[in-house]
């Protein structure tokens, strides 16, 4: 605080003594209860992971570390790795599908979003904010909402896609429930998580790509077409180039909140059927708050949280340099 | 993807139409046209479908619910969904929409509160550690929340706000994202402002309440609404604060119904509608807000 003091009557010349009142009026309650709360959660969770730590458990003074609730050093990440534990083995599948789902959803999301905004951007005036907001509503809607709704459309007697197969004479599936139905690889249930997703998520970035269209000039796309370029090389080598910053910055945050998905999946198959959906916060989740093993789960949170820097860092370094060239 | 350039081609063609022919113009131009309302009315059905699936699902009768395979529009049209669950004592929905209702506003004003504060110190003060606590700020925006998420649910046990609609307030005054996006609103306003009501004698908190704060109409009510659907519209982080049933908000008790009624999809789709219904009428009143709040952003 002392240094807060020094410099705001070093600076400017000077500041008034009622500027200076205000600045640490300000600054000490936030650093306070801010810097104070994040530090304490942010300390206390990187603490936490080396525990074997349960809520329950009377553990030492501090923070109720120690005690019954042992210091077990990298005992949980050696069990990560080593994969052997029912507990592992789980966090394993979890990380596993929350990859395949994350890696699903972006370039389906783009390959959405992106000609979406492109056709919205077409439209004029009254009709394109029309549309816009319409695209938008599932955004709005609550998640827990969105997955009631599209499970009662998977619903294998009641819903509404098994009434279209079977009107086209296939047999009913059982969209969120049969193990061993798969696509590409991928388990039907976890497609199906996946679809439900999109149709709520993909507002957001149909959003994003119409402002960022509206600002690209249009003397660029009239210059390169009184050059020859027909509509789809306007759009791959002026649009899509101009677009970059944006695609960088959707690319980034569509993983992000891929990698921290939990509502829909909770809530449509609560990581069901056989684990085949069960993704990291589902199962950092259960571990903290249905089986009381904060510390374990503290460590799967860590990784949740290397997982995303990584792939962010790695995203900003692959479309950065594509960008430069 | 060609479908989506006509509206170019058109403003080209207008420039350059003397190289063309007028008949090929008109008829490229038309079919484009149609093309784009085309995949765009599309796109707006496959939008729609499982809003209107479900509002159908809700005025369907018990019987006509379960036939197999189902109607798409209720044959008999009723209300008695909607009757039993507004009269089921289990479910004081009311109390539901109140806890939701306070919690939401509580978050939006502190947070348009502090974001406001914050982002006027750092917009136009300087003072020492100033970037140190900026940054600071960011970097806890870059964390996912759920790593942070056992340990704020510790810090409430300790401080006895577990179970209570407080502990979803008291610990979420700041917005790092607000304060940023308020910062950047508030560097526009230019400083002769600030500085003739400092000359007309006014204090720095008056200068931030008559001056700043009006200035900031547009972006509080961006902020605001963004604040209210991300809180009411919150599922994890209250389900694991609160566990008694009384004290949940309406995402939780919706999914508890729900697994209360799993064999009686008519009224889990006629709760679903009373749950995500009233936010969309408020989302058609502030679409433009949160529209432009989304796209200076890319907020969730």
């Given at each position: 605080?002392?240094?807060?003091?020094?410099?705001?009557?070093?600076?400017?010349?000077?500041?008034?003594?009622?500027?200076?009142?205000?600045?640490?009026?300000?600054?000490?309650?936030?650093?306070?209860?801010?810097?104070?709360?994040?530090?304490?959660?942010?300390?206390?969770?990187?603490?936490?992971?080396?525990?074997?730590y349960s809520p329950g458990r009377a553990g030492g003074p501090l923070l109720g570390l120690g005690g019954n609730n042992p210091f077990i050093g990298l005992a949980h990440f050696r069990n990560m790795i080593e994969g052997v534990s029912l507990e592992a083995r789980l966090f394993h599948t979890s990380l596993k599908n929350t990859l395949i789902f994350a890696f699903a959803v972006l370039p389906l999301n783009l390959i959405v979003t992106l000609p979406l905004a492109a056709l919205i951007e077409s439209v004029r005036g009254k009709i394109k904010n029309a549309f816009r907001a319409i695209y938008f509503l599932p955004a709005v809607t609550a998640s827990v909402g969105v997955a009631l709704m599209w499970g009662h459309i998977y619903h294998p007697q009641e819903?509404?896609?098994?009434?279209?197969?079977?009107?086209?004479?296939?047999?009913?599936?059982?969209?969120?429930?049969?193990?061993?139905?798969?696509?590409?690889?991928?388990?039907?249930?976890?497609?199906?998580?996946?679809?439900?997703?999109?149709?709520?998520?993909?507002?957001?970035?149909?959003?994003?790509?119409?402002?960022?269209?509206?600002?690209?000039?249009?003397?660029?796309?009239?210059?390169?077409?009184?050059?020859?370029?027909?509509?789809?090389?306007?759009?791959?080598?002026?649009?899509?180039?101009?677009?970059?910053?944006?695609?960088?910055?959707?690319?980034?945050?569509?993983?992000?909140?891929?990698?921290?998905?939990?509502?829909?999946?909770?809530?449509?198959?609560?990581?069901?059927?056989?684990?085949?959906?069960?993704?990291?916060?589902?199962?950092?989740?259960?571990?903290?708050?249905?089986?009381?093993?904060?510390?374990?789960?503290?460590?799967?949170s860590f990784v949740l949280l290397l997982v995303v820097v990584i792939v962010t860092v790695a995203q900003m370094r692959l479309l950065r340099t594509e960008w430069e060239y | 993807m060609a479908t989506a350039i006509p509206g170019t081609t058109a403003s080209l063609d207008?420039?350059?139409?003397?190289?063309?022919?007028?008949?090929?113009?008109?008829?490229?131009?038309?079919?484009?046209?149609?093309?784009?309302?085309?995949?765009?009315?599309?796109?707006?059905?496959?939008?729609?479908?499982?809003?209107?699936?479900?509002?159908?699902?809700?005025?369907?009768?018990?019987?006509?619910?379960?036939?197999?395979?189902?109607?798409?529009?209720?044959?008999?049209?009723?209300?008695?969904?909607?009757?039993?669950?507004?009269?089921?004592?289990?479910?004081?929905?009311?109390?539901?929409?109140?806890?939701?209702?306070?919690?939401?506003?509580?978050?939006?004003?502190?947070?348009?509160?502090?974001?406001?504060?914050?982002?006027?110190?750092?917009?136009?003060?300087?003072?020492?550690?100033?970037?140190?606590?900026?940054s600071f700020f960011l970097l806890t925006m870059m964390i996912p929340s759920q790593v942070t998420m056992i340990p704020g649910y510790l810090?409430?046990?300790?401080?006895?706000?577990?179970?209570?609609?407080?502990?979803?307030?008291?610990?979420?005054?700041?917005?790092?994202?607000?304060?940023?996006m308020m910062r950047q609103f508030i560097e526009t306003i230019p400083n002769e402002l600030l500085d003739a009501a400092r000359i007309d004698g006014a204090s720095e908190w008056q200068i931030y309440i008559r001056v700043v704060v009006p200035q900031l109409g547009p972006a509080?009510?961006?902020?605001?609404?963004?604040?209210?659907?991300?809180?009411?519209?919150?599922?994890?982080?209250?389900?694991?604060?609160?566990?008694?049933?009384?004290?949940?908000?309406l995402p939780i008790i919706l999914t508890w119904y729900s697994n209360q009624h799993g064999a009686r999809p008519h009224l889990q789709m006629t709760a679903t509608v009373m749950v995500v219904v009233p936010i969309l009428i408020v989302y058609f009143f502030f679409q433009r807000w949160i529209v432009q709040g989304i796209t200076m952003t890319g907020f969730k």
């Open positions: 605080m002392s240094m807060l003091r020094l410099r705001a009557r070093k600076g400017r010349g000077g500041l008034a003594a009622g500027q200076r009142r205000f600045i640490l009026g300000v600054t000490i309650p936030t650093v306070i209860y801010g810097v104070g709360l994040s530090l304490l959660s942010i300390v206390w969770a990187l603490a936490l992971m080396f525990f074997e819903g509404l896609l098994n009434a279209v197969i079977r009107a086209l004479g296939g047999p009913p599936i059982f969209w969120l429930d049969d193990p061993r139905l798969k696509f590409l690889g991928v388990s039907v249930a976890m497609w199906a998580v996946i679809v439900a997703y999109l149709w709520q998520d993909y507002g957001y970035n149909m959003v994003i790509f119409v402002a960022a269209l509206q600002g690209i000039p249009q003397e660029f796309k009239e210059a390169a077409m009184i050059d020859g370029a027909n509509a789809w090389q306007v759009f791959r080598h002026v649009t899509v180039p101009l677009l970059r910053p944006t695609l960088l910055f959707v690319c980034v945050m569509t993983m992000l909140s891929s990698f921290q998905v939990f509502d829909v999946i909770q809530v449509m198959t609560n990581g069901q059927p056989r684990n085949q959906t069960r993704v990291l916060v589902l199962d950092i989740y259960l571990n903290a708050f249905r089986y009381q093993r904060m510390g374990w789960a503290a460590a799967a | 207008r420039e350059t139409g003397a190289r063309q022919s007028p008949t090929r113009f008109r008829a490229r131009c038309g079919l484009g046209r149609f093309l784009v309302y085309f995949m765009l009315i599309l796109g707006l059905s496959m939008t729609l479908m499982p809003f209107l699936w479900m509002i159908f699902s809700s005025l369907k009768t018990p019987m006509e619910m379960a036939r197999v395979p189902p109607t798409f529009f209720p044959e008999e049209p009723t209300l008695d969904n909607y009757k039993t669950i507004l009269n089921d004592p289990l479910l004081p929905l009311l109390r539901f929409y109140g806890n939701s209702t306070f919690v939401a506003f509580s978050n939006v004003f502190t947070n348009l509160f502090t974001s406001s504060l914050l982002g006027y110190l750092f917009a136009k003060y300087e003072f020492r550690g100033k970037q140190a606590l900026f810090i409430l046990v300790k401080l006895h706000l577990v179970n209570t609609l407080w502990g979803l307030v008291l610990t979420s005054f700041l917005n790092a994202f607000g304060i940023f509080l009510a961006t902020l605001g609404t963004l604040i209210f659907m991300g809180n009411w519209n919150s599922y994890l982080w209250p389900m694991v604060v609160i566990t008694e049933k009384e004290r949940r908000t």
